[in-house]
């Protein structure tokens, strides 16, 4: 199948590549930079695309046809609240930009990235825990105000201009490849760098929980959620959940492999607070019933698997050595 992502440059791109080229689709990549040393033996193609240039979007999909989009991407909710118009320009209008040019260019498939960024505590009190998919939405970050807007969007899409947007709200992702800008970071920094520098000191509270999910479950769910029936979805935009441990509970998990890693908890006020905005854990029941979601790792079971790799590409060069 042709396949477009955008935002392939990001950590949800370097493993969704592979994925996808390994199923043998037929790929292109964009994103506003070149293809990092980190995705180079990826493969499938690479274009430079900006998704607030509607003109560049619009010729990319006309010149593509694809049948199939991802679309990653945006400016993650600690950087958008560091460069607000820039988080509504890449997220928002970009976004708009990618539905527009699915509707003119009749791309039958466009799969939305939303996240746990879209919850914040209710009028009426805080978040329940589990928080379901259909509780009122009140972000607290610009991320999370344009994926509102997004899952509105891409639902309006689907009713109008059939448009079969459908999405997945990410928890806080963790793997091997470099995150860029978000507050759930420190819990994939945890890992890293227990391996590469021998601990590390979160910018969170030790008893800091949101929901977390390893890389691969994430990847799967965008496969399985793009693929399945249209008639199997009662909803656009589905939570998917897998675990939701304290950062303290992360470091047990790690020590467990690297038992000298050392950890310490130093929070910093505006990433804290982006953390206690958003759930503790996520119903994914609706994900579950609909489309048969499931995920494989648990919290030791993505540190087995995590560490090894991260040592592997440590050795490689594939991991910066600061950040
Ligand atoms: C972020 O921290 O901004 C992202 C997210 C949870 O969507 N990783």
Same mark, same amino acid.
């Given at each position: 199948m042709k396949i477009l992502i955008t935002g392939a440059g990001g950590q949800i791109g370097h493993d969704l590549i592979g994925a996808l080229v390994a199923a043998g689709h037929d790929l292109t990549s964009t994103d506003l930079a070149p293809r990092p040393p980190s995705h180079a033996h990826a493969g499938g193609t690479w274009h430079r695309l900006d998704v607030t240039d509607a003109v560049a979007v619009r010729d990319l999909f006309y010149e593509v046809q694809p049948e199939l989009v991802f679309h990653l991407a945006a400016i993650l909710s600690a950087r958008g609240e560091q460069d607000p118009k820039l988080a509504y320009d890449v997220n928002q209008t970009g976004t708009w930009n990618v539905l527009e040019a699915c509707r003119k260019g009749k791309v039958a498939r466009l799969v939305f990235t939303s996240s746990i960024a879209v919850f914040g505590p209710t009028p009426s009190g805080p978040l329940p825990d589990p928080t379901p998919d259909d509780v009122p939405l009140h972000p607290t970050t610009m991320y999370g105000v344009t994926k509102v807007s997004g899952e509105l969007l891409c639902s309006y899409y689907r009713q109008r201009h059939g448009v079969d947007c459908r999405g997945v709200r990410f928890p806080g992702l963790i793997s091997a490849a470099m995150p860029g800008g978000g507050s759930s970071d420190y819990a994939l920094f945890m890992y890293v760098d227990a391996v590469r520098k021998g601990g590390y000191e979160a910018f969170a509270r030790a008893d800091t929980r949101i929901p977390l999910m390893y890389m691969p479950d994430a990847v799967r769910a965008l496969l399985e959620l793009a693929f399945a029936a249209r008639g199997r979805l009662s909803r656009a935009?589905?939570?998917?959940?897998?675990?939701? &441990?304290?950062?303290?509970?992360?470091?047990?998990?790690?020590?467990?492999?690297? &038992?000298?890693?050392?950890?310490?908890?130093?929070?910093? &006020?505006?990433?804290?607070?982006?953390?206690?905005?958003?759930p503790k854990s996520l119903d994914d029941s609706a994900a579950r019933r609909d489309w048969a979601w499931q995920p494989k790792y648990d919290l030791d079971g993505m540190t087995d698997d995590l560490i090894p790799r991260i040592k592997r590409m440590l050795e490689l060069g594939a991991i910066l050595s600061s950040h």
């Open positions: 935009i589905y939570n998917i959940a897998a675990f939701s &441990p304290r950062a303290d509970q992360i470091a047990s998990s790690v020590q467990r492999v690297v &038992p000298d890693a050392k950890f310490s908890y130093s929070p910093d &006020p505006a990433r804290q607070a982006i953390l206690d905005s958003w």
